[in-house]
């Protein structure tokens, strides 16, 4: 075996062992022995009453606050609706770590790099409170911030949950009223005040990062479901 031979060799095998080591903190959808979602995964939610995802795009809002538009779509395939699971300014989660009901995470949008936001800027369809996707490179600020309510211990990928909006108290939800163009047929996203069937949300398609170590059980009262 010459040198170069050798040399090739020896960095097919590295490579293959860089591999097998990235995919193995890896969580994919098919893996069901991990049910957590997690900080640092990457992943689509999908409204469940009007089984729309959650979905922006460099499209601004021709009225209200004016920034990225944040809408329901009901493609599977589309990239715009990847959102990857932060925590708070200054206090970021551990990658891997089980997302706690009852925490406060924010959720930044893949492809612009904008966090999913709301304000007290009017809705354009029906008049509920705004969501959009603001930022840049992933800073906000605390309209960013969403808690996860949900009725188990963690946030699970198979069960429901609400995102509820820390600043206006809004509940995230799909409104049923669908845009023109350009973004016709997508339907609108916005807050309110309660909560409804139109408020629930689970996971869909996804990269899920598992945790280094297995969740504590916790103990305590779930009292907003």
């Not at 957590?36 to 922006?56: A, D, F």
């Not at 970021?92 to 995470?105: A, D, K, M, Y």
């Not at 960013?144 to 309510?149: G, I, L, P, S």
Request: glycine fraction near 8%; proline fraction near 4%; hydrophobic fraction near 30%.
């Amino acid at each position: 075996m010459t040198k170069t031979t050798l040399f090739i060799y020896k960095f097919l095998v590295i490579l293959s062992l860089l591999e097998l080591v990235i995919f193995s903190t890896l969580c994919y959808c098919g893996d069901v022995h991990y049910p957590y979602v997690t900080c640092g995964s990457i992943l689509k939610i999908q409204n469940i009453s009007y089984k729309v995802r959650l979905h922006s795009h460099d499209i601004k809002y021709g009225s209200g606050s004016g920034q990225q538009s944040v809408t329901g779509i009901d493609s599977q395939e589309d990239n715009n609706s990847h959102w990857v699971v932060k925590g708070k300014i200054g206090q970021p989660c551990r990658r891997g770590q089980p997302v706690t009901c009852g925490s406060v995470i924010r959720l930044e949008h893949i492809a612009t790099n904008k966090n999913l936001h709301s304000h007290h800027f009017p809705s354009p369809l029906s008049n509920n409170l705004e969501v959009s996707a603001f930022g840049d490179d992933g800073k906000g600020d605390t309209g960013d911030y969403w808690m996860v309510v949900c009725s188990s211990d963690y946030w699970e990928r198979d069960g429901k949950i609400r995102l509820k909006h820390v600043d206006t108290d809004g509940w995230l939800t799909v409104s049923g009223h669908s845009y023109g163009r350009p973004i016709h047929g997508q339907l609108e996203v916005c807050t309110k005040p309660n909560s409804d069937s139109s408020s629930y949300w689970r996971t869909v398609e996804g990269v899920y990062i598992k945790a280094e170590d297995p969740p504590v059980k916790l103990i305590h009262q779930h009292t907003e479901l």
